[in-house]
């Protein structure tokens, strides 16, 4: 037996259907183009990751990893998660003179079992976040589990979304977590919704650093 290894064979060439697929990336990238010249305007975003799948917060520090590349400042505030330090937060804290991170929670509800210090959390949290909302300085803000907030009632839709209205112009807005209110929604410029196929704490698997649940 050879110890070389086998070289994949080569798909037979099919040149009608190479021609046919150089035509249909003509006629797209024509319209691709158009759009992109269409799509002209700047200005900050609101973004919100929302769904029972997984998915939601890693996503939005993906965001904070590509501002951080491009040189700009990111604020972050955590609501109700808190009492266990994530691999985010560990990671990031390393850039203290870029990015502004608060971890405001002091864990999640069925742990707090408090539901008045859950609310005065949340206001401490909402005073960070107006603040950085008011600096021109940053680029991005990601407000984690949000909307957890907003289903327990721990803070007003209305209120909040005033102050997100009055950000800086170039400023955008990352807002996580499930069961998004329908103003938020309405508001948002794009609206992500992570679903769920299967997750592996349903089979008994605990979460691991790394891979946090």
């Not at 070289?7 to 319209?31: W, Y």
């Not at 957890?148 to 009055?166: C, M, N, Q, S």
């Amino acid at each position: 037996m050879s110890d070389t290894p086998e070289t994949p064979t080569s798909l037979p060439v099919d040149d009608a259907r190479n021609e046919r697929h150089r035509e249909r990336m003509v006629r797209k990238k024509a319209v691709m183009d158009e759009r992109i010249a269409n799509a002209q305007n700047e200005r900050g975003l609101l973004l919100v990751h929302t769904g029972i799948g997984k998915g939601k917060s890693s996503s939005a520090f993906g965001m904070v990893a590509r501002a951080l590349g491009h040189g700009l400042k990111v604020g972050v505030v955590q609501f109700i998660k808190g009492r266990v330090s994530t691999g985010e937060q560990m990671f990031f804290q390393r850039f203290p003179e870029e990015v502004r991170y608060h971890v405001m929670g002091q864990g999640f509800t069925w742990e707090t079992q408090d539901r008045q210090r859950d609310i005065e959390n949340a206001a401490s949290a909402w005073a960070v976040a107006k603040a950085l909302l008011s600096d021109p300085e940053i680029a991005l803000v990601v407000l984690d589990e949000l909307n957890i907030a907003f289903k327990h009632g721990y803070l007003k839709v209305e209120d909040v979304l005033a102050d997100i209205e009055a950000r800086p112009v170039s400023q955008h807005v990352v807002v996580t977590g499930r069961g998004a209110p329908q103003a938020l929604i309405d508001a948002a410029d794009t609206v992500s919704e992570m679903g769920l196929v299967k997750h592996a704490f349903q089979s008994g698997i605990r979460a691991q650093k790394g891979i946090e649940f």
